[in-house]
């Protein structure tokens, strides 16, 4: 079956930086547009940045514009998100999410097929 497997979150001080890792398994990793989103306490999940199948096209949310980058590596099967210059609003679970349909880079919840588990990311002040 389909797996997402989210690692690297983790406890950081304002201003640092995580890099996060999404394994995928069960799927032709190629074949897939990836996301990432992001769910902070008390809040609705929301997108933070897609790539496409080829690495070609990204797509970055405003907030997180100049800090993060995604990445994939195909033949590793695996996206990628490093995030820099961490704000405590960063704060929240991170999701990997893996799209078959969609035709571009997209932040909808519903264009996506599978999800991860989820990591969580704190930054303190």
């Known amino acids: 079956q389909v797996q997402l497997v989210e690692s690297g979150g983790g406890l950081v001080q304002a201003g640092g930086s995580l890099r996060l890792s999404c394994a995928a398994s069960g799927l032709t990793f190629s074949y897939y547009l990836m996301g990432w989103f992001r769910q902070p306490p008390g809040k609705e999940r929301e997108f933070v940045a897609a790539?496409?199948?080829?690495?070609?096209?990204?797509y970055y949310a405003d907030s997180v514009k100049g800090r993060f980058t995604i990445s994939r590596d195909n033949a590793k099967n695996t996206v990628y998100l490093q995030m820099n210059s961490l704000k405590p609003e960063d704060t929240a679970v991170y999701y990997c999410?893996?799209?078959?349909?969609?035709?571009?880079?997209?932040?909808?919840?519903?264009?996506?097929?599978?999800w991860g588990q989820g990591t969580q990311v704190t930054v303190s002040s």
């Open positions: 999410a893996a799209s078959r349909g969609a035709t571009m880079t997209t932040a909808s919840i519903v264009e996506y097929d599978y």
């Open positions: 790539i496409s199948r080829n690495g070609a096209n990204i």
